[in-house]
């Protein structure tokens, strides 16, 4: 996929799909509206670090699809619901055609879950503590890295905290879907509000 512009004239990242399919619209509309939008609420960051959880080793778009199957299986993201599943529910979950039915996944939220009931400070401000400075968006999607040093510190944080299946690639994917970093690329049309 390139820079040119889409069929609505607007120049856009080249993951955005350009074809009007129901999956690339869905595709473009998160691209437009959700990916790179700074998000500092922490019930919504839960739910981010849940899904780049089950998106790893898939595509994100598998992930969109199900994004209201998973929260309605897991209580709207609500920490202290999940933080409360028991093994009864992780069977419950092993069952359910519409998430991702991966034990280490779902064991991993619910982990993820307890892990955020006992922290000494609000994931929100956890998590932005990594963002790094302000940087000028990249030239192109080559440019983009997978890993950084603050990712690679936010892992290192979580994993000592008890958190699971959010090494530091799953946290720079984070980071750039809630606007901890500004990964559109410079000729992109959507812009973010840091």
Aim: hydrophobic share 40%.
């Amino acid at each position: 996929m390139s820079d040119l512009p889409h069929e609505d004239g607007r120049i856009r990242c080249g993951w955005a799909p350009t074809d009007s399919k129901p999956d690339s619209v869905l595709y473009r509309e998160y691209h437009d509206t959700e990916w790179g939008q700074p998000v500092r609420d922490s019930a919504a960051l839960f739910e981010r670090v849940s899904l780049e959880a089950f998106q790893s080793g898939l595509s994100w778009l598998v992930i969109l699809r199900k994004r209201d199957n998973f929260r309605r299986a897991f209580k709207k993201f609500d920490v202290a619901k999940v933080a409360r599943f028991t093994e009864r529910d992780v069977e419950r979950l092993l069952t359910d055609e519409g998430i991702v039915r991966n034990r280490a996944k779902i064991e991993a939220t619910i982990a993820n879950a307890r892990a955020v009931a006992d922290l000494d400070i609000e994931l929100a401000d956890l998590l932005w503590s990594f963002a790094p400075e302000s940087r000028t968006r990249p030239a192109d999607m080559s440019s983009v890295p997978a890993v950084t040093p603050e990712s690679k510190a936010m892992a290192k944080e979580l994993k000592r905290r008890g958190f699971r299946f959010v090494g530091p690639t799953t946290a720079y994917a984070l980071m750039q879907a809630t606007g901890m970093v500004d990964d559109h690329i410079a000729s992109c049309w959507v812009s973010t509000a840091t």
